[in-house]
């Protein structure tokens, strides 16, 4: 396996493979995928994007991640900026890079991918704190959720239900930069 960086043409390329990543990570319905498609193909050209992808030997799609700078009129960031209070814009959204995807192959989780794909990803972040959401779960058995409390993600926002999804969502966020590994 091996972790490149991705420019936003290497993601648009190999859309197909990224939604195929996100479907089977996510365990979304296949008329969800379609909209999903779309505003990926959206999101490659969103100021500060950066992306990362892990392939394997032969170059198969087994993770990815990306992400880009928050700014009012993005749906995400509206939606999570008019849950928060007043202290908690300004502190998270003041110069916020969004963690928007972080997906690794079901069959392929449990091998440091995922940890190993925030790391660069939020290497190459620009901004001085990052958000991003992740679905309610017991944080004991959560592989995601695991992964975000060894970064040092803490809760923003819980229990918040996004329009057209039935599911509750975690918004976690913290400070930029990461620390160098081992601290």
């Known amino acids: 396996m091996r972790l490149v960086p991705w420019k936003p043409d290497d993601l648009a390329r190999r859309l197909d493979d990224v939604v195929s990543v996100y479907g089977e990570a996510m365990g979304y319905r296949a008329e969800l995928l379609e909209a999903r498609r779309g505003y990926i193909a959206t999101h490659v050209r969103r100021p500060g994007f950066r992306a990362v992808a892990t392939l394997s030997t032969n170059g198969h799609l087994v993770g990815f991640g990306y992400g880009y700078l928050s700014a009012p009129g993005q749906w995400w960031h509206d939606q999570v900026y008019n849950a928060l209070s007043a202290d908690a814009r300004k502190t998270w959204f ?21 940890a190993r794909q925030l790391r660069a990803l939020l290497g190459m972040a620009d901004g001085s704190t990052t958000l991003l959401s992740t679905p309610e779960a017991d944080e004991r058995t959560s592989r995601a959720w695991r992964l975000y409390r060894r ?31 081992g601290r």
Do not use: I, K
């Not at 003041?94 to 392929?108: I, Q, W």
């Open 151 to 181: 970064f040092g993600f803490v809760d923003v926002l819980r229990n918040f239900r996004f329009p057209g999804d039935e599911r509750s969502f975690a918004v976690l966020g913290r400070d930029l930069p990461l620390p160098p590994p």
């Open 94 to 114: 003041t110069d916020c890079f969004e963690v928007v995807e972080l997906h690794v192959r079901p069959a392929a989780q449990g091998h440091q991918l995922g």
